[in-house]
């Protein structure tokens, strides 16, 4: 999952937009702010054909640096920017993008968080929803959490997987290994064509899907 078993890094929190010209210019948009989060060792750099086109669509967006590998973490780093990014534009919700384990961390803040009462759309890019056993191999802080039998997986997965009047939005690549996984609840389900795991957040198919996700259809491929 991302570029799994690479080394990682200290990651902080960021926005993806300044703080003067970006703020006079998300009151001008129409859409809902949309947080892009990062897979496994990622970084928030991969969105940036991504975040452009978003911005270009009208959506405030964020690109969040991770602190570390451990989702519960991530997933409260979430729930900060979330806030920070409501608070700034006045929004009701958000719509979250994930790329990745980022997927996993995204569907926690949802699930045991309460980021469902605040969130439009979900969307994953190559998550392995149900865990990804090369991950077996981690300690549980650094990405051991996406074992399929790990205890936050099992909790993950467990009583309702998609909670809220989220739109749920599951997309693959027909080279992830992950690809036929899916969860109940997810009201789309797409897989594109010969994408590189590691390229989906910058590449323009998975770009246009998210926009068409984010727009209330399905990818049609």
């Not at 969105?47 to 570390?68: C, N, R």
């Not at 790990?150 to 009047?165: C, E, I, R």
């Not at 997810?186 to 246009?208: I, Y």
Request: negative net charge.
């Amino acid at each position: 999952m991302g570029r799994l078993l690479a080394g990682a890094g200290v990651a902080v929190l960021t926005a993806a937009l300044g703080t003067s010209s970006g703020a006079a210019w998300a009151r001008q948009s129409q859409g809902e702010p949309v947080i892009l989060v990062h897979g496994w060792n990622g970084t928030p750099d991969s969105f940036a054909p991504m975040k452009t086109a978003l911005q270009q669509a009208g959506h405030p967006a964020y690109a969040i640096d991770l602190p570390g590998e451990e989702n519960v973490a991530n997933a409260n780093a979430i729930a900060a920017l979330v806030e920070q990014v409501r608070r700034t534009h006045g929004a009701d919700r958000v719509s979250l993008v994930g790329h990745s384990m980022g997927g996993l961390s995204a569907r926690h803040y949802l699930k045991s968080l309460g980021g469902s009462a605040t969130t439009l759309s979900y969307v994953s890019m190559g998550t392995g929803q149900r865990g990804y056993w090369p991950a077996c191999l981690l300690p549980a802080a650094q990405g051991g959490q996406m074992c399929p039998t790990s205890t936050f997986m099992k909790q993950l997965n467990s009583g309702d997987p998609t909670p809220g009047a989220v739109r749920y939005t599951v997309l693959a690549s027909s080279l992830d290994e992950t690809r036929g996984d899916t969860i109940d609840g997810v009201a789309c389900r797409a897989e594109l064509p010969g994408v590189p795991h590691a390229e989906e957040p910058g590449n323009e198919a998975f770009v246009q899907a998210v926009l068409t996700a984010l727009g209330g259809g399905c990818p049609a491929v």
